[in-house]
């Protein structure tokens, strides 16, 4: 995603500065070429030649070394990344105040503009300061909220810098088109969990994560996202509202709760096809749970297949094997838009992978199908081809 791209980072006196030779790694290790620009007051906490080490190019502190750094540095990017961010920057940047190399570069940038504080929870919760954060997002800044934790002073609060994982995935975020922009998309992921007694249940291997890669591109690309998933290990994406549930009851109901907000459904869950019909109160012995009568699961991709007003609807068949008949029968019967075929033997796919290799499947208006061969990809472009294939289908 950011392959091409170059990001300007500007880093200032924090002990979070450290931070930023991470997150300068990162990017370059992600394609993008990184240049960055320190405060003097940075300086105390971290030395340039580190920072030129991560970039793999000088940088730039004085404004008066090269007379027009501020104007080419900030025109050759493509995002200008703030990390960490001082109350005193924010001020600066807020006040149209230009008294540094740093300062005096965000007045002349024009793009993507992402700001990461770091600052003593008493400092980020004075008025000021949320004034001026407020004045900055206005005006399209972006902000990567800082996270809960023990600070460099000893006290708990909220001030620490945001992981780097949360400040690049706000970077990709800006230079991502937002094509899905004004769509509500409801997501489901995960395995669901029946459960047989209180120690007891039984469960798939899904792990999630197409499910999540989907929530984060779609929201990089501009939707609401709502994802309504089972059991994983996965940290929830940023700026996605997640539905945590156990069971396909408590999936079925958050989903039919919140259906008719949404615009394009995407059902990744493997959800479990039964559960006990009487699910014991105390641990059951071995002897006793040798033989369990089982109910049916609610069918969620059937039930939003047959709203009269639904969204459009995308389900996934994972087969053993090139059994893609069975996923073209369900595209049929359960009244989808459109289905993802995936053979989770084949090599690459599958669950518990970061790949995937999938078949789209759609209607034509002459009730044949139509079938989109994906190559071995990363999750995450998987799912944005799957989102290209949707938007192709509603033009």
Known sequence: MLKGKTILVGITGSVAAYKAVDLIRRLRDA???????????SKNFITPLSVSLACGAPVAADMFEEPFSHIDGPAQADVFVVAPATANSIGKFAGGIADDLLSTSFL??????????????????????????????????????????TLACGEEGVGKMAGVDAIIEAIIAVVTPKDLSGEHILITAGPT???????????????????????RVARRRGAVVTLVSGPTAISAPEGVDVVRVE??????????????TASIAVMTAAVSDFCVAEQRSEKADKADIALLKLDRTPDILAAVGA???????VGFAAETGA???????????????????????A?????????????????????????????????????????????????
């Not at 070429?33 to 007051?41: E, F, G, L």
């Open 31 to 41: 394609g993008a070429t990184v240049k960055a620009i320190m405060t003097d007051k």
């Open 193 to 215: 969990r029946e459960p047989i007694d209180p120690v007891r249940f039984f469960s798939n291997r899904s792990s999630g994560k197409m499910g999540y890669a989907f929530a």
């Open 247 to 260: 069971t396909a009851s408590e999936m079925y109901s958050a989903v039919m709760g919140r259906i008719d």
């Open 108 to 149: 002349v940038f024009r793009g993507g503009f992402v700001l990461a504080p770091a600052m003593n929870w008493r400092m980020y919760e004075h008025p000021v300061v949320k004034k001026n954060l407020a004045s900055l997002l206005s005006q399209g800044a972006v902000l990567v909220e800082p996270q809960r934790g």
């Open 307 to 313: 709203l009269s007003r639904r969204p459009f609807t």
């Open 347 to 395: 090599e690459g796919a599958g669950f518990e992978t970061d790949t995937n290799v999938v078949t789209i499947i759609t209607r034509n208006a002459d009730a044949t199908c139509q079938k989109e061969y994906l190559p071995l990809s990363h999750k995450e472009a998987v799912a944005s081809a799957i989102i290209d294939s949707i938007i192709a289908r509603r033009a």
């Open 323 to 345: 059994r893609i008949e069975r996923a073209e029968r369900k595209l049929i019967s359960k009244g989808a838009d459109m289905i993802v075929f995936n053979d989770v033997l």
